[in-house]
């Protein structure tokens, strides 16, 4: 078996078909590039929506939003001359309950005889009855004193006797200094 040997087939020899056989042009590359990317940005594109968005069928997608509100409460005025209030004195500044009970009259409210408190306080208290907050607010705000100061009316009280009272002003010794010598009543 001897013989000739036949020649090898060379790649790129003149009897290859025309388009390079075994080549691949550099046209053929772009075009395969370029589907290969277009092809890669429509799967992320599918890929990033939900399967509602698909349009599968018995998928749904819930969407929860949820808003801040604000609550604006308005009450009516309070008739001051039909509230009852009583001032306390809770300090050892003489006349104080009488100096400031004269003080929230002028301002309209119905004040009682001004009283003694069982014992000292070192801040002033303004409490209320059931229904009264609004006017305990008032008159702490017009004596200059905080919201924090305003309290619900209860047996704890230091004053005896407060059964009717829609109001008590407990003063204690923080507006002591207040008190002015001019005062006659107690």
Do not use: C, E, H
């Not at 609550?71 to 008739?79: I, L």
């Not at 009852?84 to 006349?95: H, I, Q, R």
């Not at 609004?134 to 919201?147: D, E, V």
């Not at 407060?162 to 010794?173: H, K, M, P, Q, S």
């Amino acid at each position: 078996m001897t013989g000739p040997v036949p020649p090898l087939p060379q790649v790129g020899a003149p009897d290859d078909p025309p388009g390079g056989g075994d080549r691949v042009s550099l046209a053929k590359a772009f075009v395969l590039l370029a589907v290969g990317v277009v092809v890669g940005v429509v799967l992320l594109n599918v890929g990033s929506r939900s399967p509602a968005d698909l349009g599968l069928p018995g998928v749904t997608t819930t969407t929860s939003t949820t808003t801040a509100s604000s609550t604006t409460t308005t009450t009516a005025p309070v008739d001051k001359s039909a509230v009852k209030v009583l001032v306390a004195n809770g300090t050892n500044t003489t006349n104080a309950a009488g100096f400031f009970s004269q003080k929230v009259g002028a301002l309209g409210w119905q004040t009682l005889p001004a009283v003694d408190a069982t014992s000292k306080v070192p801040t002033t208290t303004v409490y209320y009855a059931a229904g009264q907050q609004s006017a305990a607010q008032s008159i702490a705000s017009s004596l200059g004193l905080k919201p924090a100061a305003v309290a619900p009316l209860t047996t704890s009280v230091p004053v005896q006797g407060t059964t009717g009272d829609d109001v008590l002003v407990v003063v204690g010794a923080d507006l002591a200094p207040q008190v002015t010598a001019t005062t006659t009543t107690t």
